[in-house]
């Protein structure tokens, strides 16, 4: 598969997890991890194409490994940031941001990428 065909999907994984109130705050790692193996489960649900996934992580979720399906970016500093350099490193291809974050939103659509919300990916 041509990866540059595939839809880059990019998922905030802080705000995802964020968004659903189920205790994620007492183990981040293992929120983002059962986040990760959603994804590689499920994709991103919908969407008929080819897909390359990545999941970026920053802080405690630091250390979650990457799976089959789903490549694991571990941000050194601000998660955003590094979702904005994925997104600009990637122009020429379809782009779609995982996240419910309004200043990441406006910097990403900025950059041509599409934008969706945590809803998209959760259960």
């Known amino acids: 598969m041509d990866d540059n065909a595939a839809l880059l999907v990019i998922v905030d994984a802080a705000n995802v ?3 659903v109130p189920d205790g994620w705050w007492r183990d981040r790692r293992g929120a983002a991890e059962r986040l990760r ?5 499920a994709g991103l649900p919908g969407h008929q194409g080819a897909q390359e996934i990545v999941l970026v992580v920053e802080g405690a979720a630091r250390g979650v490994e990457p799976v089959p399906g789903v490549r694991v970016e571990a941000a050194a500093g601000s998660g955003d940031d590094r979702i904005v350099e994925l997104v600009a490193g990637s122009v020429g291809r379809s782009r779609l941001v995982v996240t419910a974050d309004r200043e990441l ?12 919300g945590p809803r998209s990916v959760r259960d």
């Open 17 to 19: 997890v964020g968004s």
């Open 105 to 116: 939103r406006r910097r990403v659509t900025e950059l041509g990428a599409d934008v969706t």
């Open 37 to 41: 193996d959603r994804l590689a489960a």
